[in-house]
């Protein structure tokens, strides 16, 4: 670890009141001077978006006392971008912490979640990053269980860093008597949607989304698995999205144009 | 291919009436039945995001005489959800085409593209997909000479299949004299923003993202380099974001919790 205090930002993406980016920023003031830049309003399921059509607000905020927070009017990715280039104005933070969320990011959730793809965005940005989500999607959930390993995962990654071109997922067990770590690989899942049909009062049809998360994976090395078991889980997560096995197979083909 | 025609969606995420959604569905009308579900607003860099806190319109649209079409409220990932659960009902399309975008999709832009996430969507659909981009951001973009390669690679899709959880990101340089296809990786790249700082007309500051595309590879396999030397590029995509070389390496660390 630097022997200087390590600075570290704090995003989120259920937003700047949400209690889990509270947990995890109460963490975080015993590990460095921590840094939060978080979305004004709730932005669950926002994956990778990013604001292009519209200008973005930064604005100082006084939430806590004594830490430095700013909320933004964009996505979990807008956030951690005016971050860098605004806040921290080329001053790389030495770890970017993205959560607690209110419900899990394991399996294929990786790519809708707002709090991942936050932490994705920070490993872009060459800064070390972790998300963490707990599995309880109430505003009342309680994160107490999870503060120790969300500080010594924190601290490892500070001493240790992190492979090139990679970050953490980090999802917790809705248990008080979480059993240890595993480090897992995403499980194959998936969600099978069932769309709420409605009708409104001027009788035109709309949709809710809604579905169910469908496992279709047996192995004990997932993070599924690691959940429900009990244990806390710990993927290793890259954005290089190139299916290499697969460059062969299409070397393979005879493209006739 | 089957002896039956193809059925095949197509998304994007220009919107329902941008001039490279009607080029790919000119093209794929030559190869089989098109059902077109598609944003009814820009969605360009939506990313992976999803409509979670509000109810999404799907209409039916009869912009092209003979072409089934439907306009969805929501993002790229929205309309491929709706489209495989509430139009085709469970009955699988046979290939799904998403763009042709109006900007390039390489590098690492596969993370931001609404495009591509509808073409990653399809892929976790277990849908054969294919995402199109064509380097010219403009409206009146001219997707003539891409026109013959997204027929090939269709073809090829439909006859070949593809390798289980993986996916084509196709990419056009703008000029009329593509020399062939090259097989790639995504290039090692990010964007370095710029955001553009302005003042309201009530003295608040608010930002505009813009950047630039910041290309850290020197590898003469990668989509940028094809783009770069007149070739279409194909990665193949993959949707599972471990990073497995990394997992031997977390192992390795003594967690003390």
């Known amino acids: 670890m630097k022997s200087t205090k390590p600075t570290i930002l704090v995003v989120n993406d259920d937003g700047i009141?949400?209690?889990?980016?509270?947990a995890l920023i109460s963490v975080?003031?015993?590990?460095?001077?921590?840094?939060v830049v978080a979305p004004d309003s709730p932005q669950s399921g926002m994956g990778h978006a990013i604001t292009i059509g519209k200008p973005l607000r930064?604005?100082?905020?006084?939430?806590?006392e004594g830490v430095e927070m700013y909320r933004c009017s964009g996505t979990p990715v807008d956030c951690v971008k005016?971050?860098?280039?605004?806040?921290?104005?080329?001053?790389k933070p030495d770890l970017c912490v993205?959560?607690?969320?209110?419900?899990?990011?394991?399996?294929?959730?990786?790519?809708?979640?707002g709090t991942m793809s936050a932490a994705v965005e920070g490993a872009i940005e060459h800064i070390p990053s972790i998300g963490f989500s707990l599995d309880d999607y109430t505003w009342q959930a309680d994160f107490n269980h999870c503060l120790k390993y969300v500080r010594e995962i924190a601290q490892q990654v500070l001493q240790n860093g992190l492979p090139v071109g990679t970050l953490l997922n980090v999802n917790f067990p809705n248990t008080p008597h979480i059993k240890g770590i595993k480090?897992?690989?995403?499980?194959?899942?998936?969600?099978?949607?069932?769309?709420?049909?409605r009708v409104d009062p001027y009788k035109r049809p709309y949709y809710w989304l809604t579905g169910?998360?469908?496992?279709?994976?047996?192995?004990?090395?997932?993070?599924?698995?690691?959940?429900?078991?009990?244990?806390?889980?710990?993927?290793?997560?890259?954005?290089?999205?190139?299916?290499?096995?697969?460059i062969p197979v299409l070397n393979s083909w005879k493209f006739d144009v």
Chains 1, 2 share one sequence.
């Open 183 to 197: 480090i897992c690989r995403q499980a194959n899942a998936k969600w099978a949607e069932e769309f709420d049909e």
């Open 58 to 64: 930064l604005d100082r905020d006084d939430l806590y």
């Open 28 to 35: 975080m003031q015993e590990l460095g001077r921590v840094v």
């Open 17 to 22: 009141t949400a209690p889990g980016i509270k």
């Open 82 to 91: 005016l971050a860098v280039t605004r806040v921290f104005q080329g001053h």
């Open 98 to 113: 993205s959560g607690i969320n209110h419900g899990l990011n394991n399996g294929i959730n990786v790519l809708y979640s």
């Open 212 to 246: 169910v998360f469908q496992l279709n994976d047996n192995g004990q090395d997932t993070d599924s698995w690691a959940l429900d078991n009990h244990y806390a889980s710990v993927v290793p997560v890259q954005f290089d999205m190139t299916a290499h096995h697969a």
